[in-house]
């Protein structure tokens, strides 16, 4: 154990004398600490502007309700807002969140419209996406490894010590294993403590800091035993490096770009605006369609209403309201076979995934961080599964209740409480939390 602790200490202060190795692994931390900070931001931006929004959408909600007496009125111009707040590991891994939208402001009408209307932003901005703290580790730290491996063994073949060192060491691992433990051990905690200062500031729980820990050891654990497997017996270090360099280029590039090529050929789905068309031409025609087609085929889904669908007028809020539903219903086939496609794609992405370690690692990461397209669909279905709790809020008054009594208004629902009770937590519990 001297012995070992000997050579370690040996290879540390040889690695102090390095100055290359010493401007590497500054690098390493100033852009390991450059993308942490950038996700604290973007994060923190993501969570100002979800606080901003749920108050700004309690004051619009409650002028509205001021505003109008008449319940289809009221359902029609009460909007409410839903939102999928960053974990607090998504510092780490933004994933999908500068893809898929992760707040809408929805209303009584057809879901469909709203889902795939998703907020629009700078298409060149978001081809970029973001330089987090998985980007650095996945895309960049290979690069660092293979500048730090690559010539451990061909620097010293090419200056003449290589012979006298494995001579006069005590094995070849005593050498050449405190070497490159030095630089790995060094390396992996310059591009880790950024993110541990991350973790703590985000709130992170130990688990997933374990994870991501394990996680990124186990791939720069790689990067660096192929460097070294593949410049063992090299004399020349500049050809192990180009040679490293292509294998980099091929996991990191060209592997998921044919992949997604691949997937995109492979499989096909509507596109979400072909939906929202859909729907909305079904929308509008139904306002030249007999009254009676609207509601059989509204009653066709929910029958506890089919005694309630006589009118007598042209126009009553509840025929509008179910050719809204009839809306959807029409565009439902269309998002079905859309989502499953998404579902496709995100399984062959996997497969994918197995044969480049960069994007495995992406896919492992995001997941734990909730910012996968997995995370994505799970929200939209939350949108959905909420409008369907307005809708049957509203029912009732609508199809069978006659006057409306604003009273009634406090049983309205809200996104908050929806999730709260998703997730088991009681009412009382987040109030208790929010005057905290």
């Not at 060149?124 to 987090?132: N, P, R």
């Not at 070849?172 to 993110?195: E, Q």
């Not at 996968?372 to 409008?387: G, I, L, S, T």
Request: hydrophobic content about 45%; some cysteine.
């Amino acid at each position: 154990m001297s012995y070992m602790f000997k050579q370690l200490s040996r290879e540390w202060r040889f690695m102090l004398r390095q100055k290359y190795l010493l401007v590497l692994l500054g690098c390493a931390i100033l852009i390991s600490g450059f993308s942490v900070q950038s996700g604290l931001n973007e994060v923190a931006q993501q969570q100002q502007t979800i606080e901003r929004l749920k108050a700004a959408d309690v004051a619009d909600r409650t002028d509205t309700q001021n505003k109008q007496d008449e319940i289809g009125m009221l359902a029609y111009y009460t909007f409410h807002l839903t939102y999928s707040a960053p974990s607090d590991l998504a510092f780490a891994a933004l994933g999908e969140r500068d893809i898929y939208p992760w707040k809408h402001r929805i209303k009584m009408l057809a879901i469909e419209g709203q889902i795939y209307e998703s907020d629009t932003q700078n298409a060149e901005l978001t081809q970029a996406g973001k330089i987090d703290f998985l980007f650095v580790i996945s895309a960049l730290s290979p690069l660092i490894v293979i500048l730090l491996f690559h010539d451990l063994f061909a620097n010293e073949r090419s200056s003449g010590r290589h012979d006298l060192l494995v001579t006069t060491a005590k094995s070849p691992w005593a050498l050449w294993g405190a070497r490159g433990a030095i630089r790995f051990i060094s390396l992996f905690l310059c591009l880790m403590l950024p993110f541990y200062v991350g973790a703590w500031v985000s709130g992170t729980s130990l688990v997933a800091v374990g994870l991501v820990s394990l996680c990124c050891f186990m791939y720069l654990a790689f990067w660096a035993i192929l460097s070294v497997y593949w410049g063992k017996n090299a004399n020349s270090g500049p050809k192990v490096a180009s040679g490293l360099i292509g294998i980099w280029v091929l996991f990191a590039f060209i592997t998921p770009i044919l992949g997604d090529l691949a997937i995109n050929k492979f499989v096909h789905s509507p596109k979400g605006g072909d939906i929202m068309l859909t729907q909305r031409e079904a929308v509008n025609d139904a306002w030249d369609l007999p009254k009676e087609a609207t509601m059989d085929a509204f009653t066709a889904t929910y029958p506890e209403w089919k005694d309630h669908v006589a009118m007598q007028s042209m126009f009553e809020w509840k025929w509008y309201y179910a050719f809204q539903q009839v809306g959807d219903q029409i565009a439902a086939p269309m998002s079905q076979e859309y989502r499953a496609a998404s579902q496709k794609k995100y399984e062959l992405a996997g497969y994918a995934s197995l044969l480049s370690p960069p994007l495995l690692l992406q896919r492992v990461l995001t997941r734990l961080a909730g910012t996968d397209a997995v995370a994505a669909h799970k929200y939209e279905q939350q949108v959905r599964a909420f409008h369907k709790t307005l809708r049957l809020y509203y029912y009732p008054f609508l199809f069978a209740q006659g006057e409306f009594d604003k009273g009634n208004l406090a049983n309205l629902p809200s996104f908050d409480k929806f999730i709260n009770k998703q997730h088991g937590v009681r009412d009382t519990d987040s109030a208790q939390t929010t005057n905290k």
